[in-house]
């Protein structure tokens, strides 16, 4: 009878550790591969500094400042700072603004400032996990093999 217990406790909890390790693992190598050739940089970052310059009904835009950690696309390298924008649902809050991101980051030309602004590919700043992190390195030596 314990046995049978066992067995059945050991079936029921392995779709639960199964949820939890896809979590982990999402998303797919494909999703980042995407994502990464959309963008001109994509990197690892420690933000220091958030802050909202704009808001229109629904929308807020925040200013952020990063230290890069790790680098996978772009001129940035480690220990680069970064300012970037990041366009969010309002009312935003500020804990999704700090701490370690992953993100991909569009580039478009500032004719006035004669410099790049770079904002954030919507839905694309992750949280850094290994799994993530493993991928991405196996995407920038595939374009690197390619030059």
């Known amino acids: 009878m314990k ?3 066992r ?3 050991l079936v029921l909890l392995v779709p639960f550790f199964a949820a939890a390790q896809t ?3 999402w998303p797919s190598l494909n999703y980042l591969k995407s994502d ?3 963008v001109r940089v994509v990197a690892h970052v420690r933000i220091r500094e958030s802050e909202i310059v704009s808001r229109i009904p629904g929308y807020d835009t925040w200013r952020i400042v990063a230290e890069v950690i790790e680098p996978f696309k772009g001129k940035f390298r480690k220990g680069n700072a ?3 924008f990041h366009g969010a649902e309002a009312p935003s809050k500020k804990e999704f603004f700090i701490g370690e991101k992953i993100v991909f980051l569009l580039a478009e ?3 006035e400032k004669k410099e790049l602004r770079y904002s954030v590919l919507e839905n694309s700043s992750l949280a850094p996990n290994a799994d993530r992190v493993k991928k991405l390195r196996i995407i920038r030596g595939s374009y690197a093999k390619r030059r």
């Open 23 to 25: 979590d982990d693992e």
């Open 3 to 5: 046995r049978i217990l």
């Open 82 to 84: 970064i300012e970037y």
């Open 36 to 38: 990464y050739k959309s």
């Open 7 to 9: 067995l059945l406790v």
């Open 109 to 111: 030309y500032d004719k």
